[in-house]
C-alpha cells in the first residue's frame, strides 16, 4: 500500500518516492490550452497549489527536459496534445509562502535570500562574463544584499528577458503563494511598503512582458487589482467562484472514493463527506480539502478529526471575528447554527475595509480561506448575491475553537464561570460574571482607540456564547419573536429541559436614563414586546431574563425570573 505525502508538496519527490498521488496533471493541458498568458488562481489553504505549482515546474522547465519526463510516464497529460510542450522552456519558479517577516526590511532581506538560492541552478548564466555589464552588475549587488527594494522588484522581467536570450525561448514564471507576504504586512505595519514593492514585483513580470509565454500565480486571496495588480489588463483571475480548473485543486467525490478504496479504508462514506466535503467550487458542487483527506486516510483508526484546523495560524480570521458587527455577527450565529445566508461577497479584498469591519470584505475573506462556501449564486439587478454557509464538521469546528476564545478576553473572569452562572440561573453570580467580563475583555488602549468598544465586546460576547453552547443549546440573534426581535435567545435542544433565557442590551445615548434605569428599560422592553413567546411555544417555563445597559467601560445588569 502506497504512503500519503503528509506536508510533502514537491511533485518530483511524491512520483520517485512512490507516494500516493491524485492525478491533476491535465491542469497542464487546461493552462496551456487557455488564451490567458498571465493566470491568478486563488485556493484555499491546503488545497494542492504547491504541488501543482511544483508540477508545472518539472513539466515545463528546459534544464531538466530528459530528467523530468519520465516522472509524467503514467499520468493523463502524457497522452495530451500538450505533451510537446514538456521540458521545452526556461521557468522561473517561487513561493512567497514563507515570507512572513516582523519588518519590512527583514522581508526584503527574506525576498532577496530567495532569489540568491532559485539562481544557484543559473549559475552558468548569471556569471557569463558576455551578459551585459548592467545585468553584471545587478547580479553582484543581489549577491552582497545591496539591492534596493526598487531595484529587487525588477528582478522578474530582467531574468525573463536574460533566460529568454540564453535559450532562445519564451519564459514561464510561475509564483506560489504570491498573498502570504502582503497578509503579513498588513499583520506587521508595514503594508503600503510591501504593497508597492509587489506591485513592481509583479508587473515587471507579467504586464506587458513579451519574454512570456505563461505566468501563473496562486494565493489564498485575490488582493484588490488597485492595490497589486495595477495595470494587469491581461491578468485572467479564476476563484473559487469561477468555472475554469475547478476540479483541478482540491479532490472530487469519485477521486475520494477510489482513494479510500485503495487504502482499503471501510468507513461510512456519508460520514466522511459530512466531515471534509462540502466546498462548491464552479459548477462542482463535491469538493473535499485533500490535506484533510490524506491525513484522514493516513490515521483511519483515529477516528475523523479536525486536521485543517490545525494547519496554519488563524490571527487575521480571529481579529476580524473579535470586530464583528451587528449584521455580521447575526450572520454568524447563522452559520454557526447552520443556516445558509444570502450575502454579497466582496470578490478583491480591500484590506483597508478589513479595518472598517465592511461586511462584503470580510465574507469574502471567510469564503476565498475556505472557512464558507457557496450553495448557489444569482444576480440582482446586476448585484451578484451567494448563498453562504459553512461547509462541515471540520470547519464549524475550527469557528467554535476560535469563537470560544472570544470568551477568554478577559483576564479576570472565565469563560466557565460566566457560562456556569448563566446555566444554572445563578442571577448574582451572572451578574458579577458578565459585568467583569464586559469591564475587563478588552484593554483601555482598545477604548480609546475605538468609539464602537462596547459594541465589539457586546457582539464577542455573543458569539463567544454561540461557540460554546450551540452543541446542547438552540441560540439565536436577533430572532423574531413576539411582537419584535430579541437581542439572544437561549433554550436547551432537549425538550425535557425547562430552561430558558432573553437577553436584551441597551448602550447609554445622550436622551437615555442612568444605567440601572436602562437596563430597567431593557427588562421592560422584553415583556412589553413579548420576547418570551417563542419560548413557551418551545414549553420553556424556567425563564431568565437579563437587561444589560452599558457606557463604555461602565456596566449595569439587572436580571429577572418567570
Request: hydrophobic share 35%; net charge negative.
Amino acid at each position: 500500500m502506497k504512503k500519503y505525502p503528509i506536508g510533502i508538496s514537491d511533485f518530483k519527490r511524491v512520483i520517485r518516492d512512490d507516494y500516493y498521488f491524485v492525478d491533476k496533471s491535465l491542469f497542464i493541458e487546461e493552462i496551456v490550452e487557455s488564451s490567458a498568458t498571465s493566470i491568478l488562481l486563488p485556493r484555499p489553504r491546503r488545497f494542492g497549489k504547491t504541488l501543482n505549482m511544483s508540477m508545472l515546474h518539472a513539466f515545463f522547465d528546459i534544464k531538466k527536459e530528459e530528467e523530468n519526463k519520465s516522472l509524467f510516464d503514467h499520468l493523463k497529460i502524457r497522452k495530451s496534445d500538450v505533451w510537446k510542450h514538456q521540458g521545452k522552456y526556461p521557468t522561473v519558479y517561487l513561493s512567497l509562502k514563507d515570507i512572513k517577516e516582523n519588518s519590512f526590511s527583514s522581508a526584503l532581506l527574506k525576498i532577496t535570500d530567495l532569489l540568491k538560492e532559485f539562481l544557484k541552478g543559473y549559475q552558468n548564466i548569471i556569471d557569463n562574463p558576455n551578459l551585459d555589464t548592467d545585468d553584471l552588475k545587478y547580479f553582484d549587488k543581489l549577491k552582497s544584499n545591496q539591492l534596493t527594494s526598487s531595484e529587487l522588484s525588477t528582478f522578474l522581467i530582467k531574468f525573463s528577458r536574460i533566460l529568454h536570450d540564453y535559450y532562445q525561448q519564451r519564459v514561464i514564471i510561475l509564483i506560489d503563494e504570491y498573498d502570504s507576504c502582503v497578509i503579513k504586512s498588513w499583520e506587521a505595519g508595514y503594508y503600503d511598503e510591501m504593497i508597492t514593492f509587489m506591485r513592481g514585483f509583479l508587473s515587471g513580470g507579467f504586464k506587458d512582458n513579451d519574454y512570456l509565454f505563461k505566468g501563473i500565480i496562486t494565493g489564498i486571496l485575490r488582493v484588490a487589482k488597485e492595490s497589486i495588480f495595477s495595470g494587469l489588463n491581461n491578468l485572467e483571475v479564476n476563484t473559487v467562484l469561477d468555472h475554469d480548473y475547478a476540479d483541478k485543486f482540491g479532490l472530487t467525490e469519485q477521486e475520494v472514493k477510489q482513494l479510500l478504496e485503495d487504502g482499503q479504508i471501510d468507513v461510512p462514506f456519508e460520514d466522511v463527506k459530512s466531515w471534509y466535503n462540502g466546498y462548491k467550487i464552479g459548477t462542482h458542487s463535491d469538493i473535499y480539502n485533500p490535506w484533510s483527506i490524506l491525513s484522514f486516510a493516513n490515521k483511519p483508526k483515529q477516528g475523523f478529526r479536525p486536521y485543517w484546523v490545525n494547519t496554519s495560524a488563524n490571527e487575521l480570521i480571529e481579529e476580524l471575528l473579535t470586530n464583528a458587527n451587528a449584521d455580521l455577527e447575526k450572520k454568524l450565529t447563522g452559520f454557526i447554527d447552520g443556516q445558509v445566508m444570502e450575502c454579497e461577497v466582496e470578490e478583491t479584498t480591500i484590506f483597508q475595509d478589513l479595518d472598517a469591519g465592511n461586511e462584503k470584505t470580510v465574507l469574502g475573506l471567510l469564503l476565498f480561506n475556505g472557512y464558507l462556501t457557496t450553495t448557489f449564486s444569482k444576480n440582482i439587478d446586476g448585484i451578484a448575491y451567494h448563498g453562504l454557509r459553512i461547509p462541515n464538521i471540520e470547519v464549524k469546528t475550527v469557528y467554535r475553537q476560535m469563537l470560544q476564545r472570544l470568551l477568554s478576553k478577559s483576564t479576570v473572569v472565565s469563560e466557565s464561570t460566566i457560562l456556569t452562572a448563566l446555566l444554572d440561573q445563578n442571577a448574582k453570580d451572572f451578574e458579577i460574571a458578565l459585568s467583569e467580563y464586559l469591564l475587563h475583555s478588552f484593554s483601555f488602549h482598545d477604548v480609546q482607540h475605538s468609539g464602537s468598544l462596547p459594541e465589539k465586546v457586546y457582539h464577542a460576547f455573543i458569539l463567544g456564547l454561540m461557540a460554546h453552547l450551540s452543541s446542547k443549546y438552540i441560540v439565536k440573534s436577533n430572532p423574531e419573536t413576539g411582537l419584535g426581535r430579541a437581542d439572544l435567545m437561549i433554550y436547551p435542544k432537549d425538550s425535557k429541559d425547562s430552561r430558558g433565557w432573553i437577553l436584551e442590551f441597551k448602550k447609554l445615548r445622550p436622551s437615555s436614563p442612568p444605567l440601572p434605569e436602562l437596563a430597567k428599560d431593557a427588562i421592560k422592553q422584553i415583556h412589553d414586546s413579548k420576547y418570551i413567546t417563542t419560548l413557551k411555544e418551545n414549553n420553556k417555563t424556567d425563564i431568565m431574563l437579563v437587561g444589560v445597559a452599558f457606557d463604555g467601560k461602565e456596566v449595569s445588569c439587572l436580571t429577572e425570573f418567570l
